[in-house]
């Protein structure tokens, strides 16, 4: 089993920056997946960016403003939003599988409890 935390969510303005932290424990860290995914009020829940052993790999709408990062010392991987815009208003999950990225979250075992992100314009 992997348990996952994250933290950093919060409300700012347009143009804003946050980072989210998704901090987990339970697993060999180094061979899972990790990823963010988001989901706004009324909408489907969306991929954001991920990060593996083989890389990292982003959502279109985020490339260029946001970075996912990962410390395996700390068994954490961030998330700095920069350019934060009212459109990524959501609540923010972070989700773990072991091996292989994948942009679908059914296809993810660990998830977050979420942390709600607000962008004010």
């Known amino acids: 089993q992997v348990q996952l935390v994250e933290s950093g969510g919060g409300l700012v303005q347009a143009g804003d920056s946050l980072r989210l932290s998704c901090a987990a424990s339970g697993g060999t860290f180094s061979r899972y997946t990790v990823t963010w995914f988001r989901q706004a009020t009324g909408m489907e829940r969306e991929f954001v960016a991920a990060i593996s052993w083989i890389g990292s790999n982003y959502a279109d709408f985020v490339k260029g403003r946001f970075t996912i990062s990962r410390d395996n010392a700390k068994n954490t991987v961030y998330l700095q939003m920069n350019d934060l815009k009212p459109e990524d208003t959501a609540v923010y999950y972070c989700?773990?599988?072991?091996?292989?990225?994948?942009?679908?979250?059914?296809?993810?075992?660990?998830w977050g409890q979420g942390t709600q992100v607000v962008v004010s314009s």
């Open positions: 989700a773990a599988r072991y091996g292989l990225p994948n942009t679908r979250s059914n296809e993810y075992d660990y």
